[in-house]
């Protein structure tokens, strides 16, 4: 597992609860990118079978848990709404660098970070909501958010040497981490 060097604060998570049907509706916008994300990468790279497999399988399982948000959404009496720009992910695309080999390497890890973040705070999220349904439902999330940060860094050690990796892996991290730090507090995954 990614250890992320930006530690959410207790606020984030007051932020959430205070707010948790914003919070629910962006997760579900989350997921349901998260499914397109990897179907993109299918597209991108039809001629790399670990990635083709490993996304077609991704894709379906985000797109399960995104029917489940829906689920809990619909429950509240909530309508999803549209789509909104995620901050965090926008100022981590701008990381991505040219080149074939370079762009493939930083999707990879930068989508692997973005996996570990969401497992950091969907479990903040979990120890925080009382016993019932959605403490259950977001203790799942976080063991699959866990399993798909793991998913993104073994398809670059398929495809890359550990050392670029290792190398690249920690200037993603510090850059992420200040991107972190400079975000406002929001209900919102991100």
């Not at 001629?47 to 996304?55: G, T, Y």
């Not at 720009?85 to 370079?102: E, H, S, V």
């Not at 959605?134 to 958010?145: G, N, Q």
């Amino acid at each position: 597992m990614i250890t992320l060097h930006y530690q959410t604060p207790a606020a984030w998570t007051e932020t959430v609860l205070h707010d948790f049907d914003r919070f629910l509706l962006d997760h579900a916008a989350a997921e349901k990118k998260a499914s397109g994300m990897a179907m993109s990468m299918v597209s991108h790279y039809p001629d790399k079978a670990a990635i083709v497999e490993a996304m077609t399988d991704l894709a379906v399982e985000e797109l399960v848990h995104f029917k489940q948000v829906v689920k809990l959404i619909l429950a509240r009496g909530l309508t999803l709404g549209s789509d909104e720009k995620d901050p965090y992910i926008n100022a981590l695309r701008k990381l991505f660098r040219q080149g074939t080999t370079f762009f493939l390497l930083d999707r990879l890890l930068i989508a692997g970070i973005i996996e570990a973040r969401g497992h950091e705070r969907f479990s903040l999220v979990a120890e925080a909501l009382p016993a019932g349904a959605d403490k259950r439902f977001y203790r799942a999330i976080t063991r699959s958010e866990a399993k798909h940060s793991e998913l993104f860094i073994d398809l670059a050690q398929h495809y890359f040497d550990a050392d670029i990796i290792a190398e690249r892996l920690s200037e993603l991290l510090i850059l992420e981490s200040d991107i972190c730090a400079q975000l406002p507090l929001r209900a919102t995954l991100h």
